[in-house]
């Protein structure tokens, strides 16, 4: 994460726009009631923005610093937040940089109750993978292709 924590300062300039079109698109395909309680998992500054119970994790402590609300320093692996935590985990264009993919799938439906929305980059060497493991692991309920990213809706299996 030396990486995010490097380019902290120019990160906004160079992603927000890029991300905040990602997060609309995800917006109009998963609601999230205001009620839920909603991990923002690998959220980097905080972009997404939704009225809800709103916790964000992310192993970049500078990039951290910036967003606001409920937040850990984390990685995917091994998430702070006891089992079931979470009504909905979103991970938006995080899950290539993840170490060890399996793992955090299998962390990020130990908190959660049931309902996922996850990116990652088409042009990521880990796509076969990471779509092979996601397709394992939940039932797929929309697959989207963004312009960079393929955005995936799913549910528990």
Do not use: W
């Not at 990160?11 to 909603?38: D, M, S, V």
């Not at 970049?60 to 089992?83: F, M, V």
């Amino acid at each position: 994460m030396d990486y995010y924590n490097e380019i902290s300062e120019g990160y906004e300039e160079l992603y927000r726009e890029e991300q905040e079109n990602k997060i609309e698109i995800i917006k109009e395909h998963f609601p999230i009631e205001k009620t839920e309680r909603l991990l923002d998992l690998g959220s980097g500054p905080g972009f997404a923005k939704f009225n809800c119970d709103l916790y964000r994790a992310d192993p970049s402590e500078k990039l951290l610093e910036k967003a606001d609300g409920k937040k850990a320093l984390a990685y995917a692996e091994k998430l702070p937040y006891p089992d079931n935590t979470f009504d909905k985990v979103i991970s938006i264009t995080a899950m290539q940089n993840f170490y060890d993919i399996k793992e955090s799938v299998g962390e990020m439906k130990r908190v959660c109750k049931g309902r996922f929305a996850l990116s990652f980059l088409k042009k990521s060497s880990k796509k076969e993978y990471i779509e092979s493991i996601i397709e394992k692991e939940f039932e797929i309920e929309k697959k989207i292709n963004e312009e960079k990213d393929i955005i995936i809706i799913a549910n528990y299996k």
